[in-house]
């Protein structure tokens, strides 16, 4: 949505202002930028002998505690910080606790936002009436306090926001979006593209990444920015001083490197041309993201973020046009190219990106149009260093459009080959998602307790084992809540594990509870296919089978030009079959309770105009079959038909008006679907424990 930002520079001064007033002590140093730290209100005294490595030096504290509530502030503000982001749904626990930091921070001068927690402990997303009445009750409780003005308006971050329609976003916004300035937390360019009619800006909440091992961070960082501010938003820019979720199931740890990691990124962060810095974070321990004094670190973190607060910021030229504003003629109100604590290599990645800024020009604030998410470096105008993969990308990007010769190699990187049948005219496939229960009592969540029929994968494993399949496609959300290795292999692999050699599977929201959806990638192996990816094609018998990966933020997106997108292109034409198939875990079409997602509409055409001809998914845990649609979601003779297969055991919704096309719906009914794939068409039979109540024939294109 193209707004004007109408009193951005008076709403950045306010934040400025939240660093260095008389009366706090000490004089704090004054932020090149408003840094925004992310602080979280959830500790009793017990949650600190739960998944940390390091402790709080005021000790073991609650969150309820006023004093340390205002030491925090006081050390904040020394070290440079302008307010808090304070992460918050309202519960009662969660309103005293802010109420009572609000009290803090008005007696201290010093600004607070809110991080909305739109999803819940299980990553799931809120009911949008929930999220809607929430941010109301922000709106009408908190809003009116100057102690929330860190812009013109309160500002509010959506946490999960990718996990959320767009219709119901405007839903909830809509009523409060005169008085509180709402924000997405999408990860990469295409994300936010897709939610930006109904949001004011972007805050990534970019926490692991490692500095030291990814050399495009900051290229990224600074794509997304350009992205944002050309829609008009803000833009709030991650650094982090290193992170550790290990102890809570993870596998990835990012040294701090005595401070060097947090300077790196803060140098990139910078270099984004943000409106505000966001601190990840204050007092995350879990993640070992902190920044306040701790056992460990002592006051380590903050002296670096007050040596990088009053670190001079060099200047390239005149200030740079930022695309929020208005005109050509409006600098930016931050103004300028930065480089901040870097030496060497790292002077050298900013400078390339500073230059690629000074290419806007009145033509990048021309009405916006849909793009890929990756950028088309144009040659002479600057040096970047970029890794081998991106290198490879580029190359693709390259090829002629003529000719696609290089994009047809690149294809076959996920290409598995032809896979052992025992009959190519008549190869017999299981498929179904959404299937194990969590083997532990920790595990099970609101999903299962609630659902009169769950855990049912022991059932549709002997489903499974009658059809004698020649492969089984794993539809995603295999082992709940969140796929750990050893949840795996004392859940899963109990049931469906006995089919493990012939699966072929897909990542679903729930794999990715583990961070990089280790425990999928662990229990799988190759057959999961490239970590980075997740994606993969091979043959069975005379159909071609692609398998998708539907998380698009982990994998650079799903929209047209992302790089799964151009990968399914090209690996289309590459393996040209009189049949196709492709599967994964989020269906495009659906009336079930996640419903019909457009994220996935790129998928849909690419594949429409290959000639593809059946798509499988899961996600909604539910049956249903669709007529062959076109990619706009009406009936197609030529069109692709869709199965959404989530009754793999693990829990069951109610379906809601049916989704135009709509043929079959079943629900609360464990099943499988079995296919078998012939020359020139295919048998589809939904199957349950008490028989099929679906069944019937197709022919390919």
Not at 248 to 253: K, N
């Amino acid at each position: 949505m193209r707004r004007a930002l109408s009193g951005l520079l008076a709403a950045l001064a306010l934040v400025l202002c939240g660093g260095a007033e008389a009366g706090a002590g000490p004089a704090a140093a004054r932020p090149a930028l408003p840094v925004l730290a992310y602080y979280y209100i959830w500790f009793e005294p017990s949650s600190w002998d739960r998944a940390k490595t390091d402790r709080p030096a005021l000790g073991r504290y609650s969150s309820d505690d006023p004093e340390v509530m205002r030491q925090h502030v006081r050390a904040a503000k020394a070290a440079g910080i302008s307010g808090f982001i304070v992460s918050w749904k309202s519960t009662e626990v969660n309103n005293r606790r802010l109420r009572r930091l609000a009290d803090v921070a008005r007696a201290e001068r010093f600004t607070l936002s809110v991080i909305y927690q739109g999803l819940d402990f299980e990553r799931h997303p809120l009911p949008v009436d929930r999220v809607a009445q929430d941010l109301r009750y922000y709106a009408d409780a908190y809003a009116p306090d100057p102690v929330f003005r860190a812009t013109d308006r309160p500002l509010l971050i959506w946490s999960g926001s990718w996990m959320f329609s767009v219709a119901d976003m405007e839903r909830a916004i809509a009523p409060i979006r005169s008085t509180v300035r709402v924000l997405a937390s999408e990860k990469d360019e295409e994300g936010y593209t897709r939610v930006a009619p109904v949001v004011e800006g972007n805050a990534y909440y970019w926490s692991s990444v490692d500095p030291a091992q990814n050399p495009d961070h900051a290229a990224k960082l600074a794509s997304m920015g350009q992205v944002v501010h050309r829609d008009r938003g803000l833009w709030l820019a991650p650094f982090a001083p290193g992170f550790d979720a290990r102890l809570l199931g993870g596998t990835r740890a990012v040294d701090r490197r005595d401070g060097q990691t947090l300077r790196e990124e803060y140098a990139a962060a910078v270099a984004s041309a943000p409106d505000a810095l966001g601190l990840i974070s204050w007092n995350e321990f879990s993640e070992n993201t902190h920044v306040e004094p701790s056992e460990a670190f002592g006051n380590r973190y903050l002296e670096v973020l007050g040596d990088l607060a009053e670190a001079p910021l060099a200047v390239l030229g005149e200030p740079a046009l930022d695309s929020s504003a208005s005109s050509g003629s409006s600098p930016s109100p931050v103004g300028g190219y930065v480089l901040a604590g870097f030496g060497g290599g790292g002077a050298l990645l900013l400078l390339g990106l500073a230059l690629l800024r000074r290419r806007r020009s009145g033509t990048d604030r021309a009405p916006r149009r849909r793009r890929p998410s990756t950028r088309t470096v144009r040659a002479g105008t600057a040096i970047v260093l970029v890794g081998a993969a991106t290198a490879a990308l580029l190359a693709v990007r390259a090829a002629p459009s003529g000719g696609r010769a290089g994009v047809v190699k690149a294809a076959t990187t996920y290409f598995a080959g032809d896979k052992p049948v025992r009959d190519p005219a008549g190869v017999v496939v299981a498929a179904a998602g959404d299937i194990a229960c969590a083997p532990d009592t920790a595990g099970p969540g609101s999903e299962e307790q609630n659902s009169a029929t769950r855990c049912q994968e022991h059932t549709t494993a002997d489903i499974v084992r009658s059809m004698q399949p020649d492969a089984v496609l794993a539809l995603g959300d295999l082992q709940y809540p969140n796929g750990t290795l050893e949840r795996f292999r004392t859940g899963y692999d109990l049931s469906w594990g006995a089919f493990k050699n012939i699966t072929y599977p897909v990542p679903g929201n729930h794999e990715y509870g583990t961070r990089g959806a280790a425990g999928y990638f662990d229990y799988f192996g190759p057959a999961a296919g490239a970590r980075e990816a997740g994606y993969y094609s091979y043959d069975l018998g005379g159909w071609h089978i692609v398998a998708l990966n539907s998380e698009c933020g982990r994998v650079g997106g799903c929209g047209p030009g992302s790089p799964q997108e151009r990968w399914l292109a090209a690996d289309l034409a590459a393996h040209p079959a009189g049949c196709t198939l492709a599967y994964w875990h989020r269906p495009r079409f659906s009336s079930g309770h996640h419903g019909s997602d457009p994220n996935y509409a790129a998928f849909w055409t690419t594949l429409h105009a290959a000639g593809a001809d059946l798509v499988l998914g899961g996600h909604d845990h539910d049956y249903e079959r669709f007529a062959p649609l076109a990619p706009d979601g009406t009936l197609d003779q030529r069109g692709i038909r869709q199965f959404v297969v989530g009754s793999g055991g693990d829990s069951f919704y109610k379906l809601h008006e049916p989704q135009a096309g709509r043929e079959v719906g079943i629900a609360s009914a464990p099943g499988v679907l079995r296919l078998v794939l012939r020359p020139g068409g295919y048998e589809w039979a939904f199957q349950t424990a008490d028989g099929a109540p679906d069944r019937g024939t197709g022919e390919c294109h």
